[in-house]
């Protein structure tokens, strides 16, 4: 029976296929080592419905009644412990500040296909949860977000415009452009980078162009500071550059931070000062 041999090629191909590209996207799933008690910053645990009933594990760092806050997401393969420099640095200027592991990440539910988009809908889901437990009124809301985090922050602005102030490092512009910049890494050749782009868009039922940062910061509201390292060699610098043109000047701006990669735009001098000049003209604080 030749249908059955061809059958059972058919699938181990898909199990294989599936194998492959899991691992080439795998990341040890870890929780925080260290919270913000560490730095004697008052926090307390909580937990964010989100998306298909699961929930976000997530601590609220109050600073003040009336305060803006400001939403923290972290990126791929990582937990909210990675924000501890942003929060040392924004809470003693007196913003609320909310962290959060995303789906699949730290303690949060799991996932089985993490994408950009799982992490904005967890976004909208910490700011929805923000305005609902009486947190932050819709406006004093600011969102800042790195690497997948950040392309996350610019969706969740474009979907939810409660959101008034973005701040993105290393974001992503889409999601072919990263996995495309992956396979040329890789040494993938062009055709077989194509193949896998066309069978995961059937295979797991994604539209790219639909969950592509690039593709939907025009419809944000949101004020948005791009800051993008002229070294991110894991997210290149031409993927800012496509975000900003695609980008309503009057609302967005880019800074590209000189001779900084993809995790150490924080360091450089400048950083801090620009970063609270944004967010003190482009988010109401009490």
């Known amino acids: 029976?030749?249908?059955?041999?061809?059958?059972?090629?058919?699938?181990?191909?898909?199990?294989?296929?599936?194998?492959?590209?899991?691992?080439?996207?795998?990341?040890?799933?870890?929780?925080?080592?260290?919270?913000?008690?560490?730095?004697?910053?008052?926090f307390e645990d909580v937990w964010i419905p989100t998306e298909g009933g699961k929930r976000l594990y997530g601590w609220w760092m109050p600073a003040g009644?009336?305060?803006?806050?400001?939403?923290?997401?972290?990126?791929?393969?990582?937990?909210l412990e990675r924000m501890i420099p942003y929060i040392r640095a924004l809470h003693p200027l007196g913003y609320n500040l909310l962290a959060f592991d995303a789906r699949n990440h730290g303690q949060s539910s799991p996932e089985k296909y993490p994408t950009v988009w799982t992490f904005s809908q967890d976004t909208v889901a910490a700011v929805a949860y923000l305005v609902e437990e009486r947190l932050a009124e819709p406006g004093h809301i600011g969102v800042i977000g790195l690497s997948v985090g950040g392309g996350a922050a610019i969706n969740a602005s474009a979907l939810d415009h409660r959101i008034a102030s973005v701040v993105t490092?290393?974001?992503?512009?889409?999601?072919?452009a990263v996995m495309q910049a992956g396979f040329e890494k890789m040494r993938v050749p062009s055709l077989v980078g194509r193949f896998l782009l066309a069978y995961m868009r059937l295979r797991?039922?994604?539209?790219?162009?639909?969950?592509?940062?690039?593709?939907?910061?025009?419809?944000?509201?949101?004020?948005i500071f791009l800051i993008h390292g002229n070294q991110d060699e894991t997210i290149p610098l031409k993927q800012a550059k496509a975000l900003y043109q695609a980008a309503d000047k009057a609302r967005a701006q880019l800074w590209v931070v000189p001779?900084?990669?993809?995790?150490?735009?924080?360091?450089?001098?400048?950083?801090?000062?620009?970063?609270?000049?944004?967010?003190?003209?482009?988010?109401p604080h009490a």
């Open 65 to 79: 009644e009336g305060a803006s806050a400001l939403v923290l997401v972290h990126g791929w393969g990582r937990n």
């Open 169 to 176: 490092v290393g974001a992503i512009s889409h999601p072919v």
């Open 204 to 223: 797991f039922r994604l539209d790219f162009d639909a969950i592509a940062p690039a593709n939907n910061i025009r419809r944000s509201q949101a004020s």
């Open 1 to 42: 029976m030749w249908w059955l041999g061809l059958l059972l090629a058919l699938v181990a191909s898909i199990l294989l296929l599936d194998w492959g590209i899991g691992r080439m996207y795998r990341y040890r799933k870890a929780t925080h080592r260290q919270s913000p008690a560490r730095y004697q910053i008052p």
């Open 259 to 283: 001779e900084k990669g993809h995790s150490n735009c924080h360091t450089h001098d400048a950083f801090r000062g620009k970063v609270q000049e944004f967010l003190a003209t482009t988010l």
